[in-house]
């Protein structure tokens, strides 16, 4: 099942073991990228991880694999509603769209995606 996270919001959930408040934010970002890089040894899910760079430019390497897609976009909203309408219908309940971002939330929900909360979807990666 297709995972797309929004990597700011994932980040600074109140809930997260990596928030950024005191510290680097792109130290944050590697974190969670080594977190589902780890979480994808075990699991086939492939996943894009999407970074608003409008305020915060995603200035690190990276390397994106098939299983594991980082993007940064000038506006992660956008972007993942678009992945989503882009979907196939028949494809999209299987889209899990991981955002405490009321409207991504209800957005996936609108149309037949999978959303989770971030809390959620951090019991699962702790796992």
């Not at 297709?2 to 600074?12: A, K, L, Q, S």
């Not at 996943?47 to 993007?71: A, G, H, Q």
């Not at 991981?98 to 149309?111: E, M, Q, V």
């Amino acid at each position: 099942m297709p995972i797309i996270i929004d990597g700011w919001n994932f980040i600074r959930n109140r809930k997260s073991d990596i928030r950024d408040d005191s510290g680097d934010s792109l130290e944050s970002a590697r974190t969670l990228i080594a977190c589902l890089s780890e979480f994808q040894e075990t699991h086939s899910d492939p996943i894009v991880l999407v970074f608003d760079s409008s305020n915060e430019y995603l200035d690190m390497p990276y390397t994106s694999t098939s299983k594991l897609r980082i993007v940064a976009s000038k506006d992660a909203d956008k972007y993942i509603k678009q992945y989503v309408e882009d979907t196939p219908d028949r494809q999209r309940r299987n889209l899990r769209v991981i955002s405490s971002d009321n409207d991504i939330y209800y957005y996936a929900k609108s149309y037949s995606a999978t959303p989770l909360r971030c809390e959620e979807f951090w019991v699962k990666l702790k796992r």
